[in-house]
């Protein structure tokens, strides 16, 4: 069983930049496919990229394909979220996932855990 903990949200002015990290604890982190997905106020939860096991594969979301670029580090049990050109679009409140679907899908599948999420507000 995996469990996962967001960090790395905060306030950051339009054009800048973030980088969140979502740790795991449990020994099936390294062969789980890697996700990260957002809540904005009033909007339902959206997928923003997926990277496979071997850090190899990624897909990503139309909305911050060129500017955001999803990692791991299957040492450090850590899946990185590095967000460039951030615009207020960008405001939500970004989940990990961790499950067992494949990495070219916006869906999570099979089993399933999510993080508590990290506040990202960008400011105009």
């Known amino acids: 069983q995996v469990q996962l903990v967001e960090s790395g949200g905060g306030l950051v002015q339009a054009g800048g930049s973030l980088r969140l990290s979502c740790v795991a604890s449990g020994r099936t982190f390294s062969s789980s496919t890697m996700g990260w997905f957002r809540q904005a106020p009033g909007k339902e939860r959206e997928f923003v990229a997926h990277?496979?096991?071997?850090?190899?594969?990624?897909y990503y979301a139309d909305s911050v394909k060129g500017r955001f670029t999803i990692s791991r580090d299957n040492a450090k049990n850590t899946v990185y979220l590095q967000m460039n050109s951030l615009t207020p679009e960008d405001t939500a409140l970004y989940y990990c996932?961790?499950?067992?679907?494949?990495?070219?899908?916006?869906?999570?599948?099979?089993?399933?855990?999510w993080g508590q999420g990290t506040q990202v507000t960008v400011s105009p």
């Open positions: 990277i496979g096991w071997s850090g190899r594969s990624t």
């Open positions: 996932a961790a499950h067992t679907g494949p990495v070219a899908s916006q869906r999570p599948a099979g089993v399933v855990r």
